[in-house]
């Protein structure tokens, strides 16, 4: 028998990395951060026992979102994204949104709990040259820097927010520029966060023909 998406990946573990472009009327990026905080409490006090983890990084115009959670989860925080891209212009926080990637069914949390850092400028030197690259390429060299940046936060925590925090300040090695950011948020060939709702609640057999099957080898689809 064929479960629908939904049904499949109830109680998997799944893992989402989205970028967006911050409003420059955004003036405290705290309140970004506040705004999910808040949406992770709301979400976890739907779903007892669904731990919600991940990190926010703000860089000075551009985010990074890393979330790990349930299938139920995952789409509240998408719906959000969306419904952010959507807001009056006189309370807009994101203006533009992308989904680099959202893995399925992982094995383990890369993070200890959900925290986010703004991050002062410059984040790091801007790299050059990534305009011509091919989007699955830099889809995938995003994804190894963020792995990397889990990885080592995961070796120095201790299961503190406030030495999290610090770590980040500690990294700049593995911290993605913002050129590589708006880079990503010009390839139209990502999917934005509404895209990604509709394609999931499609039906199997336009799933199936889509190019955005769950479980593809094509990260910068699904």
């Known amino acids: 028998m064929l479960l629908s998406p939904q049904d499949e990946m109830k109680f998997l573990l799944h893992r989402l990395v989205a970028i967006g472009s911050l409003s420059p009327g955004l003036a405290d990026k705290r309140e970004l951060g506040a705004h999910f905080e808040s949406l992770n409490q709301r979400v976890q006090r739907s779903h007892q026992g669904e731990e919600i983890t991940g990190l926010l990084l703000l860089y000075p115009s551009h985010m990074v979102h890393i979330v790990e959670c349930s299938s139920e989860a995952l789409i509240s925080v998408l719906q959000d994204l969306g419904e952010l ?3 009056p212009s006189d309370s807009v926080m994101v203006v533009q949104a992308r989904i680099l990637v959202v893995s399925h069914d992982i094995p383990r949390r890369l993070f200890q709990q959900w925290t986010f850092k703004v991050l002062a400028p410059p984040a790091r030197s801007p790299a050059g040259g990534t305009e011509h690259e091919p989007t699955e390429k830099l889809v995938a060299d995003t994804l190894t820097q963020l792995m990397k940046l889990g990885s080592r936060l995961l070796e120095t925590l201790k299961g503190s927010e406030a030495a999290q925090e610090a770590s980040v300040d500690q990294m700049p090695e593995v911290m993605l520029s913002q ?4 880079q ?3 390839r139209e060939d990502l999917l934005t966060p509404p895209q990604y709702l ?3 609640h499609s039906p199997v057999d336009v799933l199936l023909d ?3 099957v769950f479980g ?3 990260p910068a689809t699904v």
């Open 198 to 200: 509709q394609t999931y």
């Open 216 to 218: 593809s080898n094509q």
């Open 85 to 87: 891209l959507t807001r």
């Open 184 to 186: 990503l948020l010009e």
């Open 179 to 182: 050129e590589v950011l708006g």
């Open 210 to 212: 889509s190019g955005h």
